[in-house]
């Protein structure tokens, strides 16, 4: 049997009549790599905020691994808030890359992938930065340790804000539109970033609009609209189903936009 | 016309009495910015009775005249059977109303922060106080010192009206000087030359120590502009 | 002793009296450093450079130096210095109204500059004179776009009134230290002064920000 990363049990979360989120149930095993697509305000950015419980749902509870995160569910059916430390404990095992990656300015690129090491983990510092050193390495930004965020580039902040993450040895990363703030030039560099964590066995949950990706690289694709999961499957499946209608308008508009983008379906009204 | 001798005969009653403006303004300096980060904490938590308090407590004294709520202290305590020498009641009172502008002024300087600042070391697990600490106070440290500055010069000047309570001020030895001599142009003038030049220098200091703080830490933009506060720039808090 | 709220009350009508004294003030003052604003801000735009040297040092003294002590320099100062003697009430207003116009000429000057230039340029071109182009195209809109500000500057005068009592101006404070002297316990009546303070700077401000949201509504 595989063992569960991540799970969302019944969340639902409330902006006044906005439905944010709508019944949100998954499940996502080790090692799998998912993106959740779907259209602007649908909820995707709410759903990655509260399954690290920065936003707390209105119901619902969330299992990171064995471990409930925010409210626990005994086996005999009690519900019991957890206190702020226990949820502090459990936070870091989720790695978090935001839309605005939210660096922090006033540390250097190795303080801000060291600080939350010392801080939360507790290691030494020492050690610590030889953990920043080695990831800042693998990701090709060694040479700016010293520097500030706001003196490199967007697709090198978006290196150092994955490597924050990822100093924390999470058991699945969250990625909230990787992509969607850099230049076009660097996108496929960042994509090719992803699958190769996706190959090295990486959990992963993408928030995209990168068709290539969900298709070609995630193994998984969740569809999102107001607040609901409407489709959650094989990539491939879930695009070209006619089934929903709403994700079968969506996909055809987004395709419209990505020439390169063919499937099956297409193929067939050819 | 203008008599010398008042002021210089007196010379030393001025200063003294600048000592004890430049002495109760400290205090309520320091204590006026511990309210401050606590009241600005009540303001900026999601708990509504803090945040309603520390919100009333701000409108309060910002509502009501510092002449009014010193008087308001000054015999209010008494009433309750708390006896201070008028000097603890004044710095008392001086810093209450301190604290509601640094309150104020902090809460800004957090607000003005990106809110994914708190969230993002949140999220990693960082407890609320290292948040804080490590993440939200070394930001707003640098933006908070222009207006810091200028509330402080506020209460600088505003201490004057301490000498209403026979706090021996700088005011209330210009009062004194004043009724010994009956030359109360001469002694004003000098009073007022004094404050000038005590909130001068302190803007000229502050504008020093921004500059510093802004070489120690390249990466935030500052406006170290000390001509500016040669004409001691800002506007009322 | 005990707090006595019925002393409070009691203390409140002729208190509240006096409070007309407070907003009378302020509202003078107010208008007379509106007036006293603008006028340094238009001779400030002459550029004539001894002239705003002259205003700079003063700028610099009102905003270094404590209300108080400007009170007490006209209303003790001045007569020893020049022979004129300003009644109570008339010094304090003069205090006030000189205070502020430097802090308004300010707030204006400071909102000058987000004022459109390409509108005084054509107006300019249409051969408008200065004095027009200021009247009815620069003020205006400065005045609506410093608004909240200047509101702000109302209750600063609101509060300034209080120091009046000082010099024996028979106004909130002042009333309420008379009726605690004759009753021998000040507390309950300063109350009383406070809250008509609050009353008025807390309605001043909610005006202002109705005002806001109007021109808001108006766009701009
Ligand atoms: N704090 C909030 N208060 C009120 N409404 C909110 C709040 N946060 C989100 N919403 C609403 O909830 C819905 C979901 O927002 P969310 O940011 O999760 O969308 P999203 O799918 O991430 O969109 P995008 O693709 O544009 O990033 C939206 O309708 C949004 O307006
Ligand atoms: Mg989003």
């Excluded at chain 2, 520390?54 to 000054?74: D, E, K, Q, S, W």
């Excluded at chain 2, 026979?166 to 000098?190: C, H, M, N, S, Y």
């Excluded at chain 3, 909102?111 to 195209?137: C, F, M, Y």
Aim: proline residues 6%; aromatic residues 8%.
């Amino acid at each position: 049997m595989t063992q569960t990363a991540l799970e969302a049990i019944n969340l639902i979360r409330r902006f006044g009549e906005t439905r944010a989120l709508d019944e949100v149930y998954f499940t996502i095993p080790k090692g799998q790599v998912v993106s959740l697509v779907g259209p602007s305000g649908c909820g995707k950015s709410t759903l990655l905020r509260t399954l690290l419980w920065l936003e707390p749902p209105d119901d619902g509870f969330v299992k990171v691994g064995d471990r409930y995160l925010g409210k626990d569910l005994s086996p005999e059916g009690l519900v019991r808030r957890q206190s702020g430390r226990e949820i502090d404990r459990i936070r870091p095992r989720i790695g978090m890359v935001y839309q605005s990656l939210n660096l922090w300015p006033h540390l250097t690129v190795e303080q801000n992938v060291t600080r939350p090491q010392i801080r939360v983990a507790r290691r030494r510092p020492e050690d610590a930065r030889d953990k920043a050193q080695a990831l800042l390495d693998r990701l090709q930004i060694a040479q700016l340790s010293d520097r500030y965020p706001g003196e490199i580039s967007g697709g090198q902040k978006q290196r150092v804000a994955i490597a924050r993450a990822l100093a924390m040895d999470p058991e699945i990363m969250l990625f909230d539109e990787p992509t969607s703030a850099l230049d076009p030039e660097l996108v496929g560099e960042v994509l090719s970033l992803l699958r190769e964590f996706a190959d090295g066995g990486m959990t992963m949950m993408v928030v995209t609009h990168e068709l290539a990706f969900a298709r070609d690289v995630a193994s998984r694709l969740m569809f999102m609209d107001h607040g609901r999961i409407v489709a959650d499957g094989d990539p491939n499946t879930v695009i070209s189903s006619r089934k929903n209608a709403r994700v079968a308008e969506f996909f055809d508009r987004v395709q419209a936009f990505h020439p390169d983008f063919r499937n099956p379906h297409q193929r067939r009204q050819r | 016309m203008l008599d010398p001798t008042v002021i210089t005969e007196n010379l030393p009653l001025f200063l003294e009495g600048a000592l004890m403006t430049l002495r109760v303004t400290a205090i309520a300096f320091v204590v006026g910015m511990t309210i401050g980060g606590i009241a600005s904490v009540a303001i900026l938590s999601s708990i509504a009775p803090l945040r309603w308090l520390a919100a009333a407590y701000v409108a309060v004294m910002r509502g009501t005249p510092f002449i009014v709520l010193l008087f308001l202290i000054h015999y209010g305590l008494p009433a309750m059977g708390v006896r201070l020498p008028a000097l603890v009641n004044g710095t008392v009172a001086l810093s209450l109303f301190a604290g509601a502008y640094y309150t104020e002024i902090i809460r800004a300087c957090v607000k003005a922060l990106p809110k994914g600042q708190w969230e993002s070391a949140r999220a990693i697990g960082m407890s609320p106080v290292a948040a804080a600490r490590d993440i939200i106070i070394p930001q707003i440290l640098g933006p908070m010192v222009p207006p810091v500055v200028n509330c402080t010069m506020t209460m600088i000047k505003e201490s004057s009206v301490l000498s209403t309570i026979t706090v021996a001020e700088l005011t209330f030895a210009g009062l004194v000087v004043q009724g010994e001599t009956f030359a109360p142009f001469e002694v004003f003038i000098t009073v007022a030359l004094i404050y000038w030049a005590i909130t001068a220098a302190f803007a000229f200091g502050a504008a020093l120590f921004e500059r510093r703080l802004a070489g120690a830490n390249r990466n935030r933009l500052m406006t170290p502009l000390v001509a500016r506060y040669l004409l001691l720039d800002g506007g009322r808090t | 002793m005990k707090f006595d709220f019925d002393y409070v009350l009691s203390s409140l009508p002729r208190v509240s009296d006096a409070a007309m004294v407070n907003l009378r003030i302020a509202i003078l003052a107010f208008c007379l450093a509106l007036i006293g604003g603008t006028a340094l801000t238009l001779v400030r735009s002459l550029k004539i450079a001894p002239l705003n040297g002259l205003i700079a040092v003063c700028l610099s003294f009102i905003r270094g130096t404590p209300i108080l002590i400007q009170i007490f320099l006209i209303y003790y100062g001045l007569p020893a210095a020049t022979g004129l003697r300003l009644p109570p009430e008339i010094a304090g207003i003069t205090a006030i109204a000189l205070n502020s116009s430097f802090f308004i000429s300010e707030i204006m000057r400071g909102s000058l500059p987000e004022i459109d230039g390409g509108q005084i340029e054509a107006s300019t071109a249409l051969g408008l004179s200065p004095g027009v182009i200021w009247r009815k195209v620069i003020l205006p809109q400065l005045f609506r776009r410093i608004s909240p500000m200047l509101i702000n500057e109302g209750t600063v005068i609101v509060k300034g009134t209080a120091l009046l009592s000082v010099i024996t101006v028979v106004e909130a404070l002042r009333v309420s230290q008379q009726i605690g002297a004759a009753k021998f316990r000040p507390f309950e009546p300063i109350l009383a002064a406070a809250a008509m303070f609050l009353i008025i700077n807390l309605a001043l401000t909610a005006g202002g920000l109705l005002l806001e949201r109007r021109f808001a509504r108006e766009g701009r």
